[in-house]
């Protein structure tokens, strides 16, 4: 195994801290996100407020501190889903291969038939009060998809090594081949797809939040939907929240990358 690459590092470092902000943001910030003081509003940033305030007077320190936890949540909750389900999905189907490969195969293909973020808002649609739940379920229709591609190309290559044919000749079961002995075997793919996908969801979840079909809680999204009203005259309002996000997103980039060279 590979020594992780610096661009690997600088990803890690980057996620590291995202995690502690998803973690810790809240008990970090500097001061109340439902305090207004409209005197002090679209302020720039200054001693007091290092980050500026928004059209309220609200720190805009503590509403990031507060938003990352919401994008990180989402992000890594349907990136999971779809890599369990689409990981067993494309294992079963790389090694069973005959009708569950095509049933499989072409359910994938009708997912990547759509544009995803049309599809994921066409399903948020359908709810009055979309929920972080709503948001999660209509993500994870189309995250599977890609997760179940790769590894069913790699289960189709495991499947034909000289250990699984004399599993098979000594009569052990379906599930316990696919379960022991090739769904670890993609654990690393299935990691680095992770990362990749991590990031694409980031503003997947992002551009929902920008678009109103997120719940109206601080988020990197609704931040920067909400500085957009502001930008000639508070442009700190867009570009911080926004910093933040392509600081994740490279991060979890980065980090794929140093994966894939690793391993």
């Not at 779809?82 to 189907?93: K, N, Y």
């Amino acid at each position: 195994m590979k020594k992780i690459s610096l661009s690997g590092k600088i990803g890690i470092t980057l996620i590291s801290l995202y995690l502690l902000i998803a973690l810790f943001g809240p008990l970090l910030a500097p001061s109340d996100i439902g305090r207004v003081n409209l005197d002090n509003a679209l302020s720039t940033p200054n001693s007091s407020n290092f980050f500026g305030t928004d059209e309220n007077g609200t720190d805009l320190l503590s509403l990031i501190l507060h938003g990352g936890r919401t994008g990180f949540i989402v992000s890594a909750v349907t990136v999971l889903c779809g890599m369990f389900i689409g990981g067993i999905l494309g294992a079963f189907s790389g090694y069973k291969r005959g009708i569950y490969d095509q049933v499989i195969m072409r359910s994938v293909d009708i997912v990547f038939s759509f544009p995803g973020l049309l599809l994921n808002l066409y399903v948020l649609s359908l709810v009055k009060q979309p929920t972080h739940l709503h948001m999660i379920f209509a993500l994870c229709i189309t995250s599977w998809a890609s997760f179940a591609r790769l590894s069913r190309g790699n289960a189709l290559s495991i499947a034909r090594r000289d250990y699984i044919i004399a599993l098979q000749t000594m009569g052990a079961s379906t599930y316990r081949i696919v379960f022991r002995h090739i769904i670890p075997n993609l654990l690393p793919t299935l990691l680095i797809q992770f990362s990749f996908s991590f990031a694409t969801y980031l503003l997947v979840e992002a551009g929902l939040a920008f678009l109103g079909l997120a719940p109206p809680t601080p988020s990197w999204g609704n931040l920067i939907a909400q500085g957009t009203s502001y930008l000639l005259v508070a442009p700190h309002m867009v570009l911080i929240p926004g910093a933040f996000l392509g600081l994740a997103v490279l991060g979890a980039n980065l980090l794929g990358d140093g994966l894939r060279d690793m391993l």
